[in-house]
T-cell receptor
């Protein structure tokens, strides 16, 4: 099936650990995005990428890192520098350009224990 | 980035029409107006988008004011499954195309 796959759905992290959230798409979309959502709040943009091997910081990039080595994949690493990482993380994709619809994955819950 | 303003919450009765307002007084000429909705613990779902003219699809209608400073999402017959947070978003007109989310409107549908 075509779509966006995020994994894992639920992840627990110990303080001081880095964790990586996976986002894979087979929609042949150029642009990919990572958003963070805290309970009861709207989505905030972490990083986005419009093309392979290129990405830009969003509004809350501190404590996060990404890579875009393949068109299909845009993993997000939550580093130990991110002081409040507990949140719902959403990956999204779209064709290039602002006229196109953005499609979201099902999200990943990250909890620090 | 241009901002949008929506009411925090609205209520509707099942099978009645719902009009969800959005103000975007700083909209630019090439900003598209997008609407998404989100159920708890799920990713947002695209609903509809438009530029100047009113738009219809199988999910909803979008009415855009003539001066484009406001718009209204119309659900013609609300169902319990329409209970969600609805986001009105101006799509970034630069090449990045990223979405900037506000707080959205939480729609409650009463049976």
């Amino acid at each position: 099936d075509g779509g966006i796959t995020q994994s894992p759905k639920y992840l627990f992290r110990k303080e001081g650990q880095n964790v990586t959230l996976s986002c894979e798409q087979n929609l042949n979309h150029d642009a990919m995005y990572w958003y963070r959502q805290d309970p009861g709040q709207g989505l905030r943009l972490i990083y986005y990428s419009q093309i392979v091997n290129d990405f830009q910081k969003g509004d809350i990039a501190e404590g996060y890192s990404v890579s875009r080595e393949k068109k299909e994949s845009f993993p997000l690493t939550v580093t130990s520098a991110q002081k409040n990482p507990t949140a719902f993380y959403l990956c999204a994709t779209s064709l290039a350009g602002f006229r196109n619809t953005i499609y979201f994955g099902e999200g990943s819950w990250l909890t620090v224990v | 980035d241009a901002k949008t303003t929506q009411p925090n919450s609205m209520e509707s009765n099942e099978e009645e029409p719902v009009h969800l307002p959005c103000n975007h007084s700083t909209i630019s000429g090439t900003d598209y107006i997008h609407w998404y909705r989100q159920l708890p613990s799920q990713g947002p779902e695209y609903v509809i988008h438009g530029l100047t003219s009113n738009v219809n699809n199988r999910m909803a209608s979008l009415a855009i004011a003539e001066d484009r400073k406001s718009s209204t999402l119309i659900l013609h017959r609300a169902t319990l499954r329409d209970a969600a947070v609805y986001y009105c978003i101006l799509r970034d007109r630069s090449n990045t195309g990223k979405l900037i989310f506000g707080q959205g409107t939480t729609l409650q549908v009463k049976p």
